[in-house]
């Protein structure tokens, strides 16, 4: 009932593109901000992106104009679409649903490898 489920994870070369994908039930997907973290091996997690309801999203410096976040409210799933990828990219990246200000459900987190 309240679950995120992501796909899309793996392998790529440095240089290349990966889109993943995270499903989610509709009870959070309705009426949520979405976002996409990522957590690296002793790093703190960090939001790569996030996107309104209404297909607003912002990223930071580290991923803007590579990076790109979108959403399907008719099959309750958001995307992103990482091009130009960069070994530093390297992590596990979550999808997250938010409401009244911070996340509340996640997924259980993809592996993405980029090898240079």
């Known amino acids: 009932q309240v679950q995120l489920v992501e796909s899309g994870g793996g392998l790529v070369q440095a240089g290349g593109s990966l889109r993943l994908s995270c499903a989610a039930s509709?009870?959070?997907?309705?009426?949520?901000?979405m976002g996409w973290y990522r957590q690296a091996p002793g790093k703190q997690r960090e939001r790569v992106a996030l996107?309104?309801?209404?297909?607003?999203?912002n990223y930071p410096d580290s991923v803007k104009g590579r990076f790109t976040i979108s959403r399907d409210n008719a099959k309750n799933t958001v995307y992103l679409q990482m091009n130009s990828l960069k070994p530093e990219d390297t992590a596990v990246y979550y999808c997250a649903s938010i409401s009244l200000g911070r996340p509340r459900y996640w997924g259980q987190g993809t592996q993405v490898t980029v090898s240079s």
């Open positions: 996107i309104t309801g209404g297909g607003d999203s």
């Open positions: 509709g009870s959070i997907f309705s009426g949520n901000v």
